[in-house]
């Protein structure tokens, strides 16, 4: 047997073990870049396990060589690309951000076995609900984008989505000041939901699970089963109850945890009750990063179904990335073993190769 038939009943393997019965729907897809496949024992030390951060960002001053530094320093072992495009405004906004498709794309040429580079959506001029509704100029031509981009293979997903998200500002001086309410349920989520299920390719949605936008969040699931979903922050930060039921629903429907276990006083992440506090709100860990007794439960019964992510999303963060994974590790370490392997990097892998390709020769 030659490497590359190794590779590929290697990760044929792969696929089915973390596939659950309810898996992804089987269709063509145009052929992506291979990866080469994430492998690691079950008896592995929780500081040795490979982890995909699936939910970061790229920007445009940060270079490929910082990142692989970074993900060198802490068993990072690859990264998701999602560029957020936003451009700062003097006296209104610093985003510290100007990440592009194009950036994303240049970086996994270089490194492709460390970045899987998603279409961005953030700062791409769709804030405004209206370009939801109907048949919009941006919206169709933001569709004809994204459809050109997927036809090539080299992007593996789209996001992230920017439905309903609160201004923020942090302590690094990043000031996000616009407060987006855009439907889920809408004409142009839709195209792209369709997108999603022709191409094999994940979306990333942000949307706090607010009763409406949950509702139509719902709505959009049961229009489009063939679409691959990742609801961002746990599902918008929704109960252990509402995500069981959901996934229970939905066998497309996945979580990221980005932000989610970071806790304590000074925390501006998604992990905490930032940058408001709502009813609807439910964190993930303690203030210790211990888990909290409810969601534990879920992470084995539906372990197959959440993604790592350390949420970065502005430039001057990254020199912080070291900091994120301690959290991360020991959150693993709460978890059993299989649980902790598929959601520190199996799942993603899972994604990355669904439309059948495997590891390079």
């Given at each position: 047997?030659?490497?590359?038939?190794?590779?590929?009943?290697l990760v044929s393997a792969l696929i089915s073990g973390c596939a659950s019965s309810k898996g992804l729907v089987e269709a063509p897809a145009?052929?992506?870049?291979?990866?080469?496949?994430l492998i690691s024992s079950l008896d592995a030390k929780v500081k040795d396990i490979p982890?995909?951060?699936?939910?970061?960002?790229l920007l445009k001053r940060v270079t490929a060589e910082e990142l692989v530094t970074y993900q060198n320093q802490v068993g990072v072992a690859r990264m998701v690309l999602?560029?957020?495009w936003s451009k700062d405004r003097p006296g209104v906004s610093v985003h510290d951000a100007e990440g592009s498709d194009e950036q994303a794309i240049e970086y996994a040429r270089r490194y492709p076995d460390r970045f899987v580079p998603f279409i961005g959506f953030q700062g791409r001029g769709l804030a405004n609900p209206e370009t939801w509704r109907s048949s919009s100029t941006i919206g169709r031509q933001r569709l004809r984008e994204t459809e050109a981009k997927?036809?090539?293979?080299?992007?593996?997903?789209?996001?992230?989505?920017?439905?309903?998200f609160y201004p923020y500002t942090n302590r690094y001086g990043i000031i996000s000041p616009s407060e987006i309410d855009c439907p889920p349920y809408s004409y142009l989520m839709r195209k792209f939901a369709d997108l999603s299920a022709r191409y094999k390719a994940p979306m990333v949605i942000?949307?706090?699970?607010?009763?409406?936008?949950?509702?139509?969040?719902?709505?959009?699931?049961?229009?489009?089963?063939?679409?691959?979903?990742?609801?961002?922050?746990?599902?918008?930060r929704s109960s252990s109850k509402d995500i069981d039921d959901m996934f229970?629903?939905?066998?497309?429907?996945?979580?990221?945890?980005?932000g989610m276990v970071y806790s304590g006083p000074n925390t501006t992440h998604y992990g905490v009750y930032f940058p408001r506090r709502t009813p609807w709100m439910y964190l993930l860990v303690d203030e210790k990063g211990v888990i909290l007794p409810e969601m534990k439960p879920l992470f084995e019964k539906y372990a197959d179904r959440f993604f790592v992510g350390t949420d970065i999303a502005h430039a001057r963060v990254y020199k912080n990335y070291?900091?994120?994974?301690?959290?991360?590790?020991?959150?693993?370490?709460?978890?059993?073993?299989?649980?902790?392997?598929?959601?520190?990097?199996?799942?993603?892998?899972?994604?990355?190769f669904v439309n059948g390709r495997s590891g390079q020769t």
């Open positions: 047997m030659n490497r590359r038939q190794f590779l590929l009943s145009p052929p992506r870049r291979p990866l080469d496949p982890v995909v951060d699936f939910h970061t960002h999602m560029p957020n997927l036809q090539t293979g080299e992007f593996f997903g789209m996001g992230e989505f920017m439905l309903r942000h949307c706090e699970a607010e009763p409406k936008p949950k509702e139509e969040m719902i709505r959009l699931f049961e229009a489009h089963g063939d679409a691959i979903f990742v609801w961002a922050h746990n599902c918008g229970n629903r939905f066998p497309n429907l996945f979580a990221d945890l980005g070291e900091a994120h994974l301690p959290r991360w590790r020991f959150f693993f370490s709460q978890l059993s073993p299989a649980a902790a392997h598929k959601i520190a990097y199996q799942n993603a892998e899972r994604l990355f």
